[in-house]
DNA sequence: CATGAATGAGTATTCATTCAT
DNA sequence: AATGAATGAATACTCATTCAT
């Protein structure tokens, strides 16, 4: 009980940190984000800084692991109010593409972190949203599919959840496009349910 | 007609420095890559690099784009070769992740410019390839579906085409992974087949 | 009388201290150890340790006059096994060179601080040693010479202990040397009698 | 002949650098020595100096190299001068020394380095001046010691050398001794003869 | 045209020491 | 007395680009 107004201080240290660090990624880009910059930002010293963290690529990875767990609950969040048991599978699909595009748009982090998927250990942001929509997806498997079990499940899944991510990141990136999102984001969800449904 | 072997060598000094780029950048990496390192593996001085690239953003592009415009022959070449009007849909798609896997798999140039593309005009690259991949398959759909035109075929392609491409790539960056690339292949055609043919 | 157990606590507090010294510069070096690593391997924490010690520079120097009794003691000891008496003067020297140079070879920390010698008050490790040296030799220069005195022996000493320990530690700091041990001792004990006897 | 003025501006460079360095050392130690404050001593920008040393160690190693090559030179110039052939033997040997120790008193630079000789490549400094001691003695023992080869030469001239450098730079370090100079030069010059003499 | 020497702002990280709790 | 979180000046080294020769 004595530690914790300590593991408290530091918990909040860390948040800060990793506050910063997400400012500063949104203010300046990935590349251009320094550690004296998110010591600055925090409002702490950079000696601070490295007490919490061994360096600036454990400071990346902590702040993906936290999107990826707050993303995740968003995500199921926003599944129980819209009711995804009363949805059919392209709803369920139209849903998450939406959130995600959304996400990609309004958060400059998210944005910039998964445009720079490679140098960074994109996973930790990723996995938890994959088992988010896993979830999500569950009972509708359950409820329509479950006697009839489909064909290459995992690979599909692995396929649909990485085209639609860079599909939409790289549709985010361009600067302009002859196709408009509503029509994109459509087709997209046509294309799971497509593949999903053994023979609709 | 003086300018003749001024503009020829031009041509060889250009031709030399992208060569020079693209070696280096197999060997170290794109971030490892320097102008200096560019220019001494050229065997030219810095100096000269600067005086037909303004800057190394110019010489990352114009290699772009002459890999696209090879890229894009060596498809068609290969595509002449295997008689591409014999096969279906199927096959057609197999034959195209084929190609785009083993190019990314064997150039480490292409390989490093697709996983970096949000920092690079990777659709110098893409484009050519996206261009020759309609051409051939156009006779396909001219020949099967030309009084049932797909619906949004535009957009089905730009998904299709960016899913197979980063789908791949993420599965090449990927050190370990549960999925057969057989396996992964033969899904991928699936869905490009499922998702151009109306109603099969 | 109230004061004795602090001052007891304060003694075992400054032992543990020096201990963690010591132990840290045997496992990282004394560039490698600082006083945040002092601390953690003492199990105390750091502001504890500037409780007791002004700077690092202190605690160094107080190991080094702790490890000079503590190698004076020892070398006394051991000189009471040899019965010293006995020997002849090319005995006595050998002894204590052996002596040295396992010390050196066996004790990281000696090893360490004499490397550094010129960046820590080296004398308060070398000063004890060298008493105990002068008080095992003597008796053997009052049983032998008494009558005749050596010329000069405080500058002869001085420069045979200096020569000793450099030679020592040089041979040690060396990589790879042409020189077989066994020959640098025994050339270095015939240097030392050729010196303080005045025409044997 | 063309590589002539470039050859010649990069070993002025260099040389300029050796000397920003050697200022540099001599004025803030060893220690207190950056590349930065080198670069600033030599008036050329940190990036040149990088062009011309990979790394501040390389630097340091130019330097005693040069240190080593100057300072043998100039202790066989002195030869020279002083006929050695006409002297004996202790009279070689408080020559050499006298030059050793002069040297480290009236160049801080020597000084810090033998100072901090288990830091730095001090072979590259030491060398040079031991050939040039050995050249110097050299018609010595061929004309006194030709037919009376001296035992263990090898091993008695490393224990000699190293003694002479270690007791003079701790001497030289040391603020306050009870011996005076002359004495302790007396004395070191009678070691080495009765070392080196067989039986005088 | 060609050269390549020179530039210098910028980057991640360390560690002795302090002082509020 | 004890703690340990916080400090921040300091350091070695990089690389795209320029411009005098």
Chains 1, 2, 3, 4 share one sequence.
Do not use: C
Request: aromatic share 8%.
């Amino acid at each position: 009980m004595r530690k914790a107004p300590k593991q408290k201080r530091s918990r909040e240290m860390v948040s800060r940190l990793l506050d910063a660090t997400a400012a500063t990624i949104a203010e300046r880009g990935l590349d251009g984000t320094t550690t004296n910059h998110i010591a600055e930002q925090a409002g702490v010293s950079i000696g601070s800084l490295y007490q919490y963290f061994p360096d600036k690529e454990a400071l990346v990875e902590s702040l993906l692991t936290r999107m990826g767990e707050q993303a995740g609950l968003r995500f199921r969040q926003q599944a129980k109010k819209v009711d995804i048991n009363a949805m059919n599978l392209h709803q369920v699909a139209l849903n998450a593409i939406q959130f995600g595009i959304l996400s990609i748009r309004l958060d400059p982090v998210m944005y910039e972190m998964i445009r720079n998927w490679s140098r960074v250990p994109i996973h930790k942001l990723l996995d938890p949203l994959e088992r988010a929509f896993l979830v999500a997806a569950q009972p509708y498997f359950l409820k329509h599919y479950s006697n009839y079990p489909i064909h290459n499940l995992e690979t599909k899944l692995y396929i649909l959840i990485n085209s639609t991510i860079f599909t939409a990141i790289r549709y985010a990136v361009q600067e302009e496009s002859m196709i408009e999102e509503k029509e994109l984001v459509e087709t997209l969800a046509d294309i799971i349910v497509r593949t999903l449904v053994p023979a609709a």
